[in-house]
Structure formats: C-alpha cells, structure tokens
C-alpha cells in the first residue's frame, strides 16, 4: 500500500514508525511531517486543512490509505470532503466524519450524546453569551470545585478547574464576553467536578466492531507535582494498573459498546480512533471527554505495546474489516516523557539547535515539534519538541530507559518533568 498520513507532531511520527514496520507499506508519505518523520517516510509540504492539495496528492500518487493524525482537519470535514469528491470517494481513509468528530468540536454535542446513549458522566449544562446570568445563578447552585469547558476546539488548553464561586464567576464572564478561548468559548459547558484517578482508554472502530488498544496515563500540567498551567501533554505511561480487567470490563460495557452503538444508531458515520477520557470514581468509570483521534503523548506509550500489524489494524477500520483483525498486546510497559521549549505553553523561542543521541535498545525518540534550519541542523520548532519512550519489563525499567535517553538530549532552554510515573511507582509500593 502507498500511504498517506496527516499531521506534524509525536503522535504522527509515532504512527509513521508503527506503519513502516508492516511489510504491507509500499511507501508513506507524510503531511507535513516533521524531521524526525522525514528519517523515515517521505515528507510532503502540504498542510492538514488544505483539502484540494490532499486530493490531489490522493491522485497524483496512487494513494491506497489516507491516515489522519490530528482533530482539526476532522472537524472541518475532510473526511466528507474526500468522499464527496468523484476522483477520491473510493480512497479509504481512517478517520471519522464530520459529524463523529463533532463529539470532539463540541463538548455540548458530545455531552448531549452521552446522555441519550446512558454513557456515565458528570452532570452539566451548556451557557451561551445571552445566558451569563443563568450561568452565574447555575455556578451558585453548584458545589465545589467546579469544571468549566470552552465547547469548541482549544487545543487542550479550554478546560478551568474553579476551586472557588468567585473564580467560577470570573472565569465564565472571561470565557464567554472577552472570548478567553475565542470562537471555541462561544458557548461553556460548566460540569460537575468528578474525583479519582484520570485515565486514557482508546477505541478503534469501523463503525460496527471495534478493538480495544491499551489504556494510558497521560500528565497533563507543565509543572512538577501536577502544578502550574495545562499543557497538551508531559508525559504518559502504560499499561495503568488502576485499570485492572473488571475496571476495564465495566468500561467495555458501560462506556465503549454504548458507544460505538450510540453512533450507528444515529447514524453518524465513524471509521476511525476514539480516545476516551476518563475518571476511575471508586471502581466505576465515567466520561470526562471523547476526543475523535489517538492521544499525543499517549499514542508515543500506547504503540509500542501493540505487536500485531499496525497497518493491518488502520486498513481493517477504514475498509470496514476491522473484526478481521486480531490485536496482540505486550504485557511490558511504556513510558513517554516529553521535553519542550522552555517557556511553553506560554511563549517561547525556537531555532535552538538539538543534540540527540541515537535510540538505544530499550528507548525510542520520537520528534513532534522539530525542524532542520538552513544549516541542516536539527532545531527546536514547537512548544512540545521530543517525546522520549522507554520500554522495559516493569515500570521502573521503563522509566529508567526514558529517563537516561532523555538527559543525551539538549538544546537550550529544554525542560522535562522529572517526575512522570512516580505517582504510580509509588501507588505500587
């Protein structure tokens, strides 16, 4: 097969590394990639929201699988695109249409499938601009703390846990009258605050059957402890051992096939990745979000777990096959820890030249926000820069493998958490 993946960061490099491993790849391109997809497959300067040059690269190149990595071309509709247009209808692609990906475009629309389909989650209702004074008498009814979700796309960063009524209030005026998210914060869902241990369970489907992939921990704030602001992602860990089979078990039952039936009940058409956010409450699971792709770092932890052919999975959801497939999972662990621009999120500088060590056998580097410069030399281009996997027999095996590969990476002004998997290590004792 000749391929093509969508997308630029971690993940897709993850993606690209699993793909070229199948004796099934002919060749891959990647658009755009990064430089650490360009070691591998065939970098394409074509950007994930440009739907005419998709096409046409569709058929300048014979393309057999068209991947995508990342929401955003999701949610525009890049799916319906290239179905409607005569010249790519027929081209399978691993990704949901426009209407599934509105469970991640919208956290009312997917909250609002919830709870037709009896999906556990947290209570909540939805505000809009004109409704700020029933918003504000909905927060005072609430306990604390309380969850406020800009509704649209904002990348990772829409979410504000409001420990007080006074920052609740603040927060919902900032969100919805001085669009602190822009257009995603049009509309606030404010939510009932769940405890427990967060976790990350990913679903592929074809829209009837599905496979279950292994769950990840993901870290979420830039700082140590998990303090300081949202990032898009520190670190990830896998398998969970919170997660154990009757947890996963009640997932599967109460969560995935409500799911995955909830969708071909109301026929929205979904070939593609499920990531699902959740919170293990006592045992039971509940639905903090759906995302309608893999995760990133998750995707870093959770691939190299999987031992059956990775294009073999992605042809089988696209083709409609996928209860065909037979997924085999490694019982080892994997671990993701993820060096950035220093500075990030916020602002930071990029063009500083990377010193990397080659990956030694019990690590893999993966490259998301990475360039070369007109020197060709490897720079820092992103917030979220490399994303280091280590593997082993135990946690801590795995952890000691990312770690050491990590400190042979420099660049000026890179900065890690340290502190990626200790709570677990710690949970284990």
């Known amino acids: 097969m000749n391929i093509l993946l969508l997308g630029s960061g971690g993940r897709e490099h993850a993606f690209a590394w699993k793909i070229v491993q199948s004796s099934d790849c002919t060749q891959l391109f990647i658009a755009p990639g990064n430089a650490g997809t360009a070691e ?209 078990k009640k997932v599967e039952e109460r969560v995935v096939i409500p799911t995955v039936e909830g969708l071909a009940k109301e026929n929205i058409p979904y070939k593609g990745f499920l990531f699902i956010g959740l919170m293990n409450n006592e045992g039971d699971p509940f639905v903090i979000e759906y995302n309608v792709r893999m995760g990133d770092p998750e995707t870093e932890a959770v691939l190299p777990r999987i031992e059956s052919d990775f294009l073999g999975l992605l042809h089988g959801i696209a083709t409609g096959t996928l209860d065909k497939y037979e997924m085999k999972i490694s019982p080892d662990y994997s671990t993701t820890v993820v060096m950035v621009s220093g500075g990030y999120p916020g602002s930071y500088e990029k063009g500083f030249p990377i010193s990397l060590p080659k990956s030694s056998e019990g690590s893999e580097i993966f490259h998301a926000g990475t360039t070369r410069n007109s020197k060709g030399e490897l720079v820092n281009q992103g917030g979220r820069v490399i994303a280091v996997t280590g593997k082993g027999k135990t946690l801590n095996e795995a952890l000691t493998n990312a770690f050491e590969t990590v400190k042979g990476i420099n660049w000026e002004k890179a900065y890690y958490r340290k502190d990626i998997g200790q709570d677990i290590l710690n949970l284990m004792k």
Do not use: H, W
């Not at 209407?99 to 009312?108: H, I, R, W």
């Open 40 to 248: 591998i497959a065939t970098n394409v300067s074509i950007s994930v929201t440009d739907f005419e040059g998709i096409r046409d690269f569709i058929n300048s190149n014979n393309i057999d699988l068209v991947v995508v990595g990342p929401e955003e071309p999701l949610v525009k509709g890049l799916v319906d695109y290239l179905q409607n247009e005569l010249s790519t209808a027929k081209t399978p692609v691993v990704g949901p249409s426009q209407l599934g990906a509105t469970l991640e475009g919208s956290k009312d629309f997917s909250k609002r499938f919830m709870q037709r389909n009896n999906i556990p989650t947290a209570a909540y209702e939805t505000f809009n601009p004109d409704q700020i004074e029933a918003g504000i008498v909905y927060l005072k009814k609430q306990k604390l703390p309380i969850v406020l979700k800009a509704d649209g796309l904002a990348a990772g960063k829409g979410v504000l846990i409001c420990l007080t009524l006074e920052e609740a209030i603040s927060s919902l005026k900032e969100m919805l009258l001085d669009q602190k998210f822009g257009e995603a914060s049009s509309k606030v869902v404010i939510e009932e605050f769940l405890t427990g241990i967060e976790l990350s369970v990913f679903v592929a489907t074809d829209g009837k059957s599905y496979k279950i992939l292994p769950e990840a921990k993901d870290y979420k704030r830039i700082g140590e402890g998990d303090t300081g602001l949202n990032t898009g992602g520190m670190g990830a860990i896998s398998p969970v051992i919170f997660a154990d089979a009757a947890f996963m």
